[in-house]
């Protein structure tokens, strides 16, 4: 028997439990696309599997059902893959070791995935349901979502007939979202060959072979979050800390970076970063003190947002070693200060709505180079151009470029929609409220899908989950039965 097995919904949580035993991190999702694919098979679904690995699957109405309009239900099959320093877990290779606290599903050491395996859990219960009433269902599980939607740009949906869709990706529940911003990915480079940007000038960074005292950094204990969902909680940035860090350290002594590496995905805020670094053997004690006093003042500064904030310096055996110069390394601590992070600014349309934002999510520097990888985000097209421009700019003045992929557009809000009106009139009969209408910060697929589908008609929705994209991440059991229950009611209700 499974970990979940006990819980309600039975179905639901059984292929939830079924997707967790799958590694299916981003850019790993072959073997979670053809379970999709072997699960239709199985049931003789009709079922479509790209070159992506993105699947559809569609079954026919129930009887009685057949001149209902058709309801599209989507999600994402790949997970924000990450795990504990202590973690023994190989997220390529192994399932998740998931657990029950309460209320709330959980993975031990891990992230849950439940953004957005609950989609897929929900999607597969119906499929595989003989006494759930419905019209035509299909099912649109796309790859990738979480490294810039390449798989919902990728996906032909010509076979369609809907225009009615249900996004199964938010994490609120009695909230549905009719909106959302638009984002990129944006890679800033520092000290790569000519070569790398075909051809043109760029200058590499200088490269010594010191003696010294060689010293590790880390600057850990950040609660981190999911940067379009959490950025408003305006949390420490461990790569952003680190950048403030060297550049007090370098203000003070003479100091070489020999590496430095934090974050685990451009979309998620990071939590740690470890650098290593050399400096002269009489500086040792001036260092510790100007780490020591940023501690302090850091952990003033964040005591609410980030009350476990703190800073690392260990002293390493000493040797020679290649490293950055110190003129090369002084650039880079200015390069990661200037760098701009978080909230840049918010809706005057929504009040306490976040319009525009960036994150600086990986952060991986050596002797030959230096990458910070930013998600960028606005829900104003203009807005986001300009602040991806700001990144060139800074960029070019520390003497690197740019790359930009993973552009994607809003979701605008729509005025005239029969399927938001029929969810909230359907809300307010089973649970005597009126549901939250809202547009997110964090990014959808429904913008992108809807340039692929005539007058798409489109709410996101979801049982409430926590911390997604981290260690802490939880799923709420209750919320996910009441979520299935509104579900299932909402397939069921014809059409007045």
Not at 62 to 89: F, R, S
Not at 91 to 97: F, Q
Not at 301 to 318: A, H, N, W
Request: proline residues 3%; negative net charge; charged residues 25%.
């Amino acid at each position: 028997m499974g970990v979940l097995s006990n819980l309600e919904p039975e179905r639901v949580f059984y292929y939830f439990e079924e997707i967790t035993k799958i590694p299916h991190g981003s850019g790993n999702v072959e073997q979670i696309s053809d379970y999709l694919v072997n699960f239709a098979k199985e049931r003789n679904i009709f079922c479509i599997q790209d070159e992506l690995k993105n699947v559809i699957m569609i079954k026919e109405a129930t009887e009685g059902y057949e001149n209902e309009p058709a309801v599209i239900l989507q999600g994402h099959m790949d997970m924000v893959a990450v795990k504990k320093p202590d973690c023994d877990i190989d997220m390529r290779t192994e399932g998740l070791r998931v657990a029950v606290d309460g209320d709330n599903v959980y993975a031990e050491g891990t992230s849950l995935g439940g953004d957005d395996g609950i989609a897929v859990a929900y999607s597969l219960a119906i499929l595989d349901s003989t006494a759930i009433k419905h019209p035509r269902l299909e099912v649109v599980i796309t790859v990738d979502e979480e490294v810039g939607m390449d798989g919902a740009r990728g996906i032909d949906l010509s076979m369609l007939t809907g225009n009615r869709m249900i996004n199964l990706d938010s994490e609120d529940e009695g909230i549905f979202l009719t909106g959302c911003a638009g984002g990129a990915r944006v890679k800033c480079r520092l000290g790569q060959p000519a070569d790398s940007r075909k051809g043109a000038d760029h200058r590499g960074f200088d490269i010594n072979e010191r003696f010294g005292a060689i010293c590790e950094l880390v600057v850990g204990g950040l609660l981190g979050g999911h940067s379009g969902g959490e950025i408003h909680k305006e949390r420490g940035n461990s790569n952003c800390l680190f950048g403030r860090l060297l550049y007090r350290i370098a203000g003070k002594v003479p100091v070489s970076l020999i590496s430095a590496e934090g974050g685990l995905a451009d979309n998620a805020i990071p939590r740690e970063t470890r650098a290593v670094i050399l400096i002269k053997e009489d500086d040792f004690e001036i260092l510790s003190e100007t780490v020591s006093a940023v501690e302090k003042e850091l952990q003033a500064e964040f005591s609410t947002k980030d009350p476990g904030l703190y800073l690392r310096l260990v002293k390493k055996e000493s040797a020679g070693i290649r490293c950055m110069s110190c003129e090369d390394t002084k650039c880079l601590a200015a390069f990661l200060t200037a760098l701009p992070g978080g909230v840049q600014a918010m809706s005057a349309d929504m009040p306490g709505l976040v319009e525009t934002s960036l994150n600086l999510g990986i952060l991986k520097a050596h002797n030959e180079g230096v990458l910070a990888e930013f998600s960028v985000r606005s829900s104003v097209e203009s807005a986001k151009y300009a602040l991806i421009d700001r990144l060139r700019a800074v960029t070019e003045l520390a003497g690197g470029f740019i790359e930009t992929s993973g552009d994607y557009p809003g979701w605008k809000f729509r005025k005239n929609s029969p399927l938001r009106e029929k969810m909230i009139a359907l809300y307010e009969k089973m649970y005597g409220a009126a549901p939250r209408v809202e547009a997110i910060h964090a990014g959808l697929e429904c913008g992108i899908l809807g340039g692929k589908i005539r007058d798409l008609d489109c709410v996101s929705m979801g049982p409430d989950m926590k911390d997604i994209h981290t260690t802490e991440e939880t799923l709420s059991i209750s919320s996910v039965k009441r979520v299935w229950e509104y579900l299932v009611a909402l397939l069921e209700e014809k059409e007045q």
